[in-house]
């Protein structure tokens, strides 16, 4: 049950893109195409972006996007916007009901 | 709509127990696993444990595993939480989120912070 991997911090300007990396092993986010994000603003609950590595769900802005190559997600934000500014979690499904989560990117809009 | 309500929560000291509760409504309860994950002070969730649709299936985190039980009732919406010889590491805002049919969960309560202190 060990995390998977995210940089602790990006950054970037209103209208530019970043993304967010989320390296696992072959157990979990290379084993299933069922990885999440989660973006949480300070003193928020998660709310769900991504799921199943691409989709999106009804409400979430076009903006954010996510793939996956292998152990490792990615999660794009482009057209950077001051409310992008939270933190950011993947999430991989790793067999038997179980979940294991990154340890959490925060993103800063400049 | 969905909603996840926690409570339960308050300061306890270590040893003790606690039992957190999440009241579900806007969806066929009965039908999802749930899960409980925790966010301690200033670090990043942390997934504790999810029982299936029916309760028969129920898995925990390491750093759970053998002090913390999860449960279920169908007939109240309900999913619990029983933490025992808590610990001041379980200190932590504590979250139930509803598991969707395609292995992420799609939506959160407003958590319940469990402060363990003496």
């Known amino acids: 049950q060990s995390a998977l991997t995210q940089p602790r911090s990006v950054s970037g300007s209103p209208g530019q893109s970043v993304t967010i990396s989320c390296t696992g092993t072959s157990s979990d986010v290379g084993g299933y195409n069922s990885v999440s994000w989660y973006q949480q603003h300070p003193g928020k609950a998660p709310k769900l972006m991504i799921y199943?590595?691409?989709k999106r769900p009804s409400g979430v802005p076009d903006r954010f996007s996510g793939s996956k190559s292998g152990n490792t997600a990615s999660l794009t934000i482009s057209g950077l916007q001051a409310e992008d500014e939270a933190d950011y979690y993947c999430?991989?499904?790793?067999?038997?009901?179980?979940?294991?989560f990154g340890g959490g990117t925060k993103l800063t809009v400049l | 709509q969905v909603q996840l309500v926690e409570s339960g929560g308050g300061v306890v000291q270590p040893g003790r127990s606690l039992r957190l509760s999440c009241a579900a409504s806007?969806?066929?309860?009965?039908?999802?696993?749930m899960h409980w994950v925790r966010q301690a002070p200033g670090k990043g969730l942390e997934w504790v444990a999810v029982?299936?649709?029916?309760?028969?299936?129920?898995y925990y985190a390491d750093s759970v595993k053998g002090r913390f039980t999860i449960s279920r009732d169908n007939s109240k919406n309900t999913v619990y939480l029983q933490m025992n010889s808590l610990r001041v590491e379980d200190t932590a805002v504590y979250y139930c989120?509803?598991?969707?049919?395609?292995?992420?969960?799609?939506?959160w309560g407003q958590g319940t912070l469990v402060t363990v202190s003496s």
């Open positions: 199943d590595v691409t």
């Open positions: 029982v299936s649709y029916d309760g028969s299936n129920k």
């Open positions: 806007g969806f066929s309860f009965s039908n999802y696993g």
């Open positions: 999430c991989s499904y790793a067999g038997s009901y179980l979940v294991v």
């Open positions: 989120a509803k598991y969707s049919v395609g292995w992420y969960l799609d939506y």
